[in-house]
């Protein structure tokens, strides 16, 4: 049972009620039931925490989490409060530690969250001290489930959660492993914003072929993509986890490993760029894809457009904003200029992207949209496949992957 | 400090810089996005880095240009084809910083405020930071940028950063 006091509007999923993205007791309800349910969500790099003692925070859903790499092949990902007196432990960003010591009273932790020392626990001269039935095992920090999956670190605070493999599913592992193929990462660098629109606007938004020539002049401005351009639309069986493929305009499989495809990319353009490098790319993955994505419901997007790779970590912070936190990064080997090719590619992302400024303007006016409405308002996903049905489609004019979407959600929200 | 008694420049040099940036921010503060690049030498470099980056020598910015030509790309997507709500910027600085001079080059410094109003918003702060810039003196001896760098302290923006400062 879940405390909504909203009925969804009819049995199907081609109008979506505004009051998914406003209303505050959903909300809570997606924490408990997705972010803290049985899904995958995303803690991080392999390449980040390098070393045994190395360390990230993070959010995951809205608690924050230390990311360690606690022994040689062992990564743990520990609630980042003390068992204690409830102290937020580590305040860094990351660094290094030898253990985890709450600055309060100075319980310290092991680096895999086992519960080392409490001073004077048996009191100071034989007065005071703790229960003798307090039982350190069961106090060490909260530790969540892992899994390593090609150098990204997925954690999970149920234990129900099935395997990520299995969790994602055969077809949108091959859009995974694409990109994170379990060669060595490396971070090209980090951007953040708070975007204010309803965290689900934003995998919606990644989901939804129909906006991609339309929204984002600059991709047919300077010719990076066409409304025609062969493109694949791919779900896993639940509907939760999506991934766009769009081809090259011209030549699939004509340029070989390392060589250049900015001719197969800029075509047909009403402008041309003044300096061409800002797009200039080669080839690097397997497969032709100019733009690649993977969504892994419900925390990341992970996508490469051509060489800038990304993953974009989504962290709600209430129906009406989230934020969204860029990590860039290429592979150990990329040589100087492969690493400014990213870095010029980066251009287009982040809170000054020449294409996503586009998407994070347009997600808030959408959510100011919903605010704003009447009862019993709701958005229209009726593109494609007839409007009705949620299956895999070849081609841009459809929203039939918001539709497999909010099929899931429903299921999982008990909606 | 004792940069400026290692380095010294004249007060001719200084007045010189300060009216250089007057300009550059009285350009940007009031729209006139075409002449932006016109601050720049041929061959230059534009960067808004967040500080986090910066620090860790890791190469991702917020916007960055190689070139001109970049620059020019960049206020053409601004001007015609990148969707936004309607705002101002209006830019702050102060503590302006001959750091190093040699020749007809100088590196400064100043701290950058940026404003942002939306349309019936109230005023809010988008980001704060620093400014590591290299100047030259052209031919013609008008001042010109070879490296803008502005280092954002901002952890967190404010959904979107639409104009250069």
Redesign the interface.
């Known amino acids: 049972m879940n405390n909504i006091a909203k009925r969804w509007p009819g049995a199907g999923v081609t109008e979506i009620p505004y009051w998914v993205y406003t209303d505050k007791d959903v909300y809570e309800s997606e924490l408990d039931r997705i972010w803290y349910g049985d899904h995958w969500l995303y803690a991080g790099l392999e390449a980040e925490v390098p070393q045994v003692g190395s360390y990230r925070t993070t959010t995951l859903g809205e608690r924050q989490v230390i990311v360690v790499r606690s022994a040689q092949d062992q990564i743990s990902v520990l609630e980042n409060r003390c068992r204690h007196r409830g102290v937020q432990i580590c305040q860094a960003r990351s660094g290094k530690l030898t253990g985890i010591t709450c600055p309060y009273h100075q319980w310290s932790y092991a680096l895999d969250g086992t519960l080392q020392g409490v001073p004077f626990r048996r009191g100071i001269k034989g007065k005071g001290g703790m229960s003798r039935d307090f039982s350190p095992t069961d106090h060490g920090l909260l530790r969540l489930k892992v899994e390593v999956v090609n150098g990204m670190i997925w954690a999970s605070f149920s234990d129900r959660t099935p395997p990520f493999r299995e969790y994602i599913g055969d077809r949108l592992w091959s859009s995974y492993e694409r990109i994170v193929s379990g060669r060595r990462l490396r971070v090209v660098g980090y951007n953040r914003q708070f975007i204010p629109a309803n965290w689900k606007l934003l995998i919606e938004n990644i989901r939804d072929p129909y906006h991609g020539a339309l929204l984002h002049v600059f991709l047919p401005t300077f010719g990076l993509f066409r409304p025609d351009q062969a493109s694949e639309m791919r779900m896993d069986e639940t509907g939760r986890h999506g991934s766009l493929m769009s081809l090259p305009a011209r030549d699939p499989g004509a340029a070989g490993h390392g060589e250049d495809i900015t001719r197969d990319i800029a075509v047909d353009a009403s402008l041309q760029l003044a300096d061409k490098r800002l797009i200039e790319a080669v080839k690097e993955l397997k497969g032709d894809e100019t733009l690649g994505s993977c969504c892994v419901f419900p925390s990341v997007i992970l996508l490469q457009q051509i060489n800038a790779l990304q993953v974009r970590h989504i962290i709600p912070k209430g129906p009406d904003g989230c934020e969204l936190v860029w990590t860039h990064f290429g592979f150990e080997e990329d040589d100087e200029a492969m690493r400014q090719r990213r870095v010029r590619h980066g251009n287009l992302f982040g809170p000054a992207g020449l294409v996503s400024v586009d998407d994070s303007e347009v997600l808030a006016m959408a959510q100011r949209g919903f605010k704003a409405a009447e009862e019993g308002g709701a958005a229209i996903v009726q593109m494609g496949t007839g409007g009705r049905e949620t299956g895999n489609e070849g081609h841009m004019a459809t929203e039939s992957a918001i539709r497999g979407l909010y099929q899931y959600y429903r299921e999982v929200m008990g909606l | 400090m004792t940069v400026l008694q290692e380095n010294p420049i004249t007060a001719f040099d200084r007045e010189a810089i300060r009216a250089f940036y007057d300009a550059y921010f009285d350009a940007l503060d009031e729209g006139r996005l075409e002449e932006w690049p016109d601050f720049f030498a041929a061959e230059c470099r534009y960067r808004?880095?967040?500080r986090?980056?910066f620090e860790?020598g890791?190469?991702?910015?917020?916007?960055?240009?190689?070139?001109?030509?970049?620059l020019?790309?960049?206020v053409?997507?601004i001007l015609?084809?990148?969707?936004?709500?309607p705002r101002y910027y209006r830019r702050f600085y102060s503590g302006l910083r001959v750091v190093k001079a040699s020749g007809k080059e100088w590196d400064v410094r100043q701290n950058v405020l940026i404003v942002q109003t939306l349309i019936n918003k109230p005023s809010e702060i988008l980001g704060c930071g620093v400014g590591h810039d290299r100047l030259v003196s052209n031919e013609s001896g008008q001042l010109k940028f070879v490296d803008r760098t502005l280092i954002l302290d901002t952890?967190?923006?404010?959904?979107?950063?639409?104009y250069p400062a």
């Open positions: 808004i880095i967040s986090e980056n860790a890791q190469g991702l910015c917020i916007m960055q240009a190689d070139s001109k030509g970049m020019t790309d960049r053409r997507a015609k084809t990148q969707v936004y709500a952890e967190m923006i404010r959904n979107s950063v639409i």
